[in-house]
């Protein structure tokens, strides 16, 4: 699975330098001629690397077989803290209570946690296909109720600032569980892949039969709805990616050793710092470069940039593993009361 956090985490950081990248240099889309244009429209399918994620984050919970309600309900209050005083400090206090992965993953742990410690893993395969199914309906439904902070957490408002809405990605994190839960349950025998493999290829089939494998690109604004409000074609699409990937993973790499340091291990266990320092650089480290960057050449920039970007979050990541993994460093969570 260390080579799918990588790859998932080296998206994740290509993607949202390139978008920081766009709006911050206010390029605009009115020329389809212009190099962002291009290169936007060009890497549009990437998008489903980065969704693929909240499915990881999913997987990881199970595989750490530690589910007790309280210590979840902390860690989500930790991500919580974390996501907010990161909207803080790059976006400034109007932005403070913006939502984002990192508080939708929070929310996620304690749903899974709650349903696994009352009921079973039948009740999370019924909520995240529900969850998934029926968020274009609801989201029709509540679009024209009055502007509200918990209804945009429900289903979501790019306007607002409010990504990753519970509909319909907690069906994601939910069967990122179940595929986990799942995998230890079976041994991750060689059935257990064949099936996974040929589920996820028939996802992935049904989103290109349905053209909802890789969302449009939005001219007006470049974080488009169809990514966080997609169709539920490229939410199978996502979940089909990541089976293919996992397994291929598994078959490929299983036995590899990767250097303690290396790209590759440092991605897939930094994945945390690495999000929360790669946003902080694109949002507040360029504004203090861009003077001594080529702005009147964005192709220079973006390479410049792109280089710095991934170099140093391979830094954040072997820094993470040094003190955290190696427990240098040990961060305690005060008791709650």
Do not use: C
């Not at 750490?64 to 907010?84: M, N, Q, Y």
């Not at 913006?98 to 696994?116: A, R």
């Not at 024209?144 to 994601?172: A, E, K, Q, R, T």
């Amino acid at each position: 699975m260390n080579v799918v956090k990588f790859i998932s985490v080296a998206m994740l950081i290509f993607i949202h330098a390139h978008m920081m990248l766009v709006t911050n240099n206010n390029y605009g889309f009115d020329d389809t001629s212009s190099f962002f244009y291009k290169i936007t429209d060009k890497f549009m399918f990437l998008g489903l690397f980065l969704t693929i994620l909240p499915m990881l984050a999913g997987y990881v919970f199970r595989i750490s077989e530690d589910h007790e309600l309280r210590k979840t309900i902390k860690i989500a209050i930790f991500l919580l803290f974390v996501g907010f005083f990161m909207n803080l400090a790059i976006w400034g206090i109007e932005y403070v209570f913006s939502w984002n992965i990192l508080q939708f993953v929070g929310l996620s742990f304690v749903v899974i946690t709650f349903l696994m410690s009352y009921f079973s893993e039948r009740v999370i395969f019924l909520l995240s296909s529900v969850a998934i199914l029926v968020a274009p309906l609801l989201r029709n439904f509540l679009t024209n109720v009055s502007n509200s902070y918990f209804i945009d957490i429900f289903i979501g408002n790019i306007n607002h600032f409010m990504f990753w809405p519970f509909l319909p990605w907690f069906g994601v994190v939910g069967f990122g569980f179940l595929f986990a839960h799942y995998q230890l349950k079976y041994k991750n025998d060689f059935k257990f892949r064949t099936i996974s493999l040929f589920l996820g290829i028939a996802f992935l089939l049904f989103a290109i039969a349905t053209n909802t494998i890789s969302p449009p690109l939005n001219s007006d604004y470049v974080w488009s709805l169809d990514i966080f409000q997609p169709k539920i074609g490229f939410v199978l699409a996502t979940m089909g990616l990541f089976l293919v990937l996992s397994v291929l993973g598994t078959f490929f790499w299983e036995k590899a050793n990767f250097k303690k340091y290396g790209i590759i291990n440092s991605y897939s266990r930094g994945i945390l710092w690495i999000y929360v320092s790669m946003m902080f650089a694109n949002g507040v480290f360029y504004y203090a470069m861009k003077d001594r960057l080529p702005l009147n050449n964005p192709a220079s920039i973006y390479f410049i940039w792109m280089i710095f970007i991934f170099a140093f979050s391979w830094a954040v990541g072997a820094l993470s593993i040094k003190f955290l993994d190696e427990k240098k460093l040990i961060v305690y969570l005060k008791k709650i009361r």
